[in-house]
């Protein structure tokens, strides 16, 4: 009988201490995590407040109120920026206030020196963030800080429309928590809800408001999101950036107002926009508005189609938990970027995917990219005009081309999409449908469609909520999945053609398909093509589509270069805890211990450095022992409560940052770094030191590694608590 897997000798958790967590998660000052729920409803009842702000001085000082509350700190402000006088000016203050503070001071400026964090900010929209007790602080904020009786700083920029109009600044008390990357995020998304209510302000400053806001629902009105639109594409097209439009259309209207009446629908409506508000609360600068009767848009400056769908499924989520008044909404997502930004590609492209969803049902969420095919020269034009041969081979040879040029790196449904667009263009096809089926299971599931005879249904990505199948009921799809390539053609009427096939092609409306196979590590991706009496020469296509499929979808493993796969990198946690367990027994001195577990933790994770801290008396931690292809200073020393390996020291438990460029207490020692992993070395119930291992890409550890490590910590305490041979 084969016995359980065991861990090597030494290995067991210790107790009393806190599970390893990510740096930036929400923590409250005892090292609790923070109420993200809490953090949540802060952000929805100011982004309610900036939606409908009439009055901008009730936004600030809400949304000032709920942000102090949420971090914790001791005091909390709002500034403009006065470009004519070059100083920020604060217009509120709250919490615990400082010697020449005041709630709603007269006359509180600062000047934007050059140099300073504050220019940094206001010029280059750079958060920045000082403690007391850093050394590497600026020294006019710490000055400042001792002033005010405060202990620690953070500041995020209020950018209104592209331009930084002030900053949300915010402060700790003398003993209190210090802040992280996860309120550096929350400050960001209160500036940018503060961000619309300062537009808003402003707009209504220079006309009537009645002209830019809806009367039922408080939002921004269709003349409002147009110019907006308009202001957004321009900076688009002119910086390269993008932006992202969710269009929600309120399902079943009439019915409501027919069978409940007009004040119902009126209060579906006002659900509606709330819903999406609150959807909406966590994204800087969104504007949500309504644009018609039961039309409703948000609109992201500065986004992707990621967040549009976020957008949308959140919003349909929160009505589909309101019980007393069954509301659903239709939402289409896409956006557009850089030169080719446009307002008409917006739009169409975004109605596309709300017609989709509509036809679905209603109550969900569909995404559609303006272009998906390659962009094709006259030349690649003329070539599709030919016999079969040469229009699949143009497109073969164009798909090569793209797939390994401007669509290498990206996601391989954006990859598969580009294939089926373009061989749709070579054979006429009706239509096609990416689907995935999950490695292990038994469902495959639409991903993407597009039915090409009808313009409004090209190129348009399911949420959740897309068609799914069992693949017991499709025999030679199951075939096709269970093998991991190949492909085959299925023609209604054909003797030998699949039933199951044909009966769906035809409830489809077509009468033929290709469906070709490629499979990677976590399950097995479908591309179909879908023929009617306009198609041509699928047979001739339905080896090419597998081949494309393949070149498509990254291989299984990658065999040189890249990051290692999940087996490997598995394989090498496991040598790593078996060598230590091996090696620091046979091992007589710390110093010979200290530097085995860096080699190995260098062979096993590949860091750009390996390193163990030893804290010393006098609270401070120096280099006890490394590995790197960089040469660091041995008399390197840092105080014990500084930077992450400091927050890891404190609160006894690993540390992990996947991007320590948007970490406040990073410290790093002149290397090009973007991912740290701190774990601490007990040796007894006393912290001995840091296992410290970093690396240029950004999230090259993950939880295993965590789990991987503090295991490695744990034999190297218990070796080290043995102290030298004699």
Known sequence: MKEPSRPPHGLRRRTGRPEPVRAGEPRTPAGEPRDAGSERDALI?????????????QVLELAAEEARRVLSAASLAVSRWERDRNVLETLINVGALGPGESRYPEDETYPVAPGSVIERLVRHGQPYF??????AADRDSVELLKRLGKDSEVA?????????????WAATAGGGRRFRAADIRFLEAVAGQLAVAIGRAE?????SRLAYEDSLTGLANRRAVEERLERALERARRRGSEVALVLCDLDNLKAINDERGHEAGDRALKRVAEALVAAAAD???SLVGRLSGDEFCVLLEGQGVDAAHEVGAAAVQILEADRDLPTSISCGATSVQGPGASRGRLLRSADAAQYAAKRMGGGQVC?????????????DRRLFRGDAERRLLAAADLLTESLAGELAGRATLDRLEVVATTLSQALNAAGWTVSYAPAGGSLVRSLSNAHTREVRLQGVRFGLEGEVYELDGFPATRALVEAGEGSFLARCGDS????????LLEELGYHAAIVACAADRDGAWLLELY?????????????????????????????????PDAADRQARRLELLMALSRRLGDAERDEERLELAVEELQRALRPEVASILELLPGNTVKLAAYRSDHVLSADWTQPADTGLVGRCISERAPVLVGDVRAEPEYRGRGLEVRTELDVPIFVGEQVWGVINVESRDEDAFDAEDVRAVESAAALLGSALGRGDAT
Do not use: Q, Y
């Open 496 to 503: 030998g053609a699949d039933k199951a096939e044909c009966e």
């Open 283 to 285: 994204h800087p600068g």
């Open 156 to 168: 995020v920029p209020i950018v209104v429309e592209g331009e930084t109009w002030g900053e949300v």
């Open 45 to 57: 009842r100011v982004a309610a407040a900036a939606a409908g702000a009439h009055r901008l001085d």
């Open 531 to 563: 023929g009617d009496d306009a198609t041509r020469e699928l047979e001739e296509a339905t080896g090419l589509a597998a081949v494309l499929a393949r070149a498509a979808v990254p291989p299984v493993r990658r065999l040189f270069g890249g990051r």
């Open 203 to 207: 707009l209504f400053s220079r006309v």
């Open 130 to 135: 000082n403690s007391v007790g850093d050394p």
């Open 367 to 379: 995404t559609a990219a303006p272009d998906l095919a390659p962009t094709l020269r006259d030349a």
